[in-house]
Each structure stands twice: as structure tokens, then as C-alpha cells.
């Protein structure tokens, strides 16, 4: 599953400067929680770290069957 690497390399691209954003692990073993990851999206689009487009199309893919 790619869904976490996504939202973590748009934290980590908007993050600039010295601050260091760690990336999530992409780790097939591991399940998500679609709930949780769709609140961390949340949070990140309304921090102005994901535009709308990002953020509708990470949604889509969590929501996927």
C-alpha cells in the first residue's frame, strides 16, 4: 500500500526548510485505519499541506474497495 507514503511526502515536500518531517513506513504487513488516515489528511489540508485536489484524490484511494 502506497496511501501513507503519499500524504507523508507532502508533509515532508511542505515542511522546507530545516525541519525535518519523518515519512511513513510503506510497509505491506502493516494495515491502515481509512478512518484515521482520512483525519490525517484532514489535518494536513487544513494546515495548507495538501490542496483540495490532493486531498480529494488521496481520499478516493482510501475509499476505494
Same mark, same amino acid.
Given at each position: 500500500?502506497?496511501?501513507?507514503? @503519499?500524504?507523508? #511526502?507532502? #508533509? !515532508?515536500?511542505? #515542511?522546507?526548510? &530545516?525541519? /525535518?518531517?519523518?515519512?511513513?513506513?510503506?510497509?505491506?504487513?502493516? %494495515? @491502515?485505519?481509512?478512518v484515521k488516515e482520512l483525519k490525517e489528511l484532514a489535518e494536513?489540508? %487544513? /494546515? &495548507?499541506?495538501? @490542496?483540495?485536489?490532493?486531498?480529494?484524490?488521496? !481520499?478516493? !484511494?482510501?475509499?476505494?474497495?
Open positions: 500500500m502506497r496511501r501513507r507514503a @503519499t500524504a507523508g #511526502a507532502a #508533509a !515532508k515536500r511542505s #515542511a522546507g526548510g &530545516g525541519e /525535518q518531517v519523518p515519512e511513513a513506513h510503506d510497509d505491506a504487513s502493516a %494495515e @491502515t485505519d481509512p494536513l489540508r %487544513e /494546515q &495548507g499541506l495538501l @490542496t483540495e485536489e490532493e486531498f480529494a484524490a488521496e !481520499k478516493r !484511494k482510501l475509499l476505494e474497495p
